[in-house]
């Protein structure tokens, strides 16, 4: 099992670990910070070896990285970990944006199911089932987000069950969401939010959130 650094530091930029398994261009690592696609957060980038990373992969509780076919490494081999900072930490941000949405979304919004989401460096989004436009909602679910953002409330993450490796985020007094992602300590390192609604088809609504302060 590859042991997830960016859960215990989702801060943490550079990393030296080991190689566990090399099998032609992928390589497995004994601990990494590099965050794979899940849950809709797109993986990092950056380097392993000084190699950029194609492809990041979850394999049940491993992770596979897709390296350049010279990269030359080995099982053993001591190895510097490094992602692009300035990206993981816009899709953290996003992140947390695109989860207060949906929650308060679906508090708002009797028979509304999230039918899919994706985190981006540029923006996020969250599609869902819904016969009805969500275009006059979107001022009121931006602002009581934007609130919860402005009071800059501590955030908190952990393992709901470590062994199946299930976790969770918390906001204090607002809601406790299941969730694997990489989280913020604080909810006012999101900065301010835009919503735009999107037509993608009938009986569908998606949300787009983007970050104002860049």
């Keep these: 099992m590859t042991g997830k650094q960016f859960w215990i530091n989702p801060y943490q930029t550079e990393l030296s670990t080991r190689i566990s ?12 910070i590099f965050y794979a696609f899940s849950g809709g957060q797109e993986s990092d980038s950056g380097s392993i070896g000084g190699h950029p990373v194609c492809l990041a992969e979850k394999q049940g509780q491993d992770i596979a990285y897709t390296l350049e076919p010279d990269h030359g490494l080995h099982a053993g081999a001591e190895v510097a970990v490094k992602i692009d900072w300035p990206r993981r930490y816009r899709l953290m941000r996003l992140h947390f944006a695109a989860e207060l949405v949906l929650e308060l979304i679906c508090r708002q919004t009797a028979g509304v199911a999230k039918i899919g989401a994706h985190i981006a460096a540029d923006k996020a989004r969250i599609d869902f089932a819904l016969d009805q436009q969500i275009t006059a909602l979107l001022p009121v679910i931006a602002a009581e987000a934007q609130r919860l953002i402005d009071a800059d409330l501590p955030i908190a993450s952990a393992f709901s069950d470590e062994a199946a490796e299930r976790r969770y985020w918390e906001l204090p007094g607002f809601a406790r969401v ?7 300590k604080r909810s006012g390192e999101v900065g301010n939010i835009a919503l735009k609604r999107r037509n993608i088809g ?12 860049e």
């Design 21 to 32: 398994r090399v099998d032609g261009e992928r390589v497995w690592l004994e601990a990494t």
């Design 202 to 213: 009938k009986g569908k609504e998606r949300v787009e959130i983007y970050l104002l302060d």
């Design 178 to 184: 299941p969730c694997g992602g990489t989280h913020l």
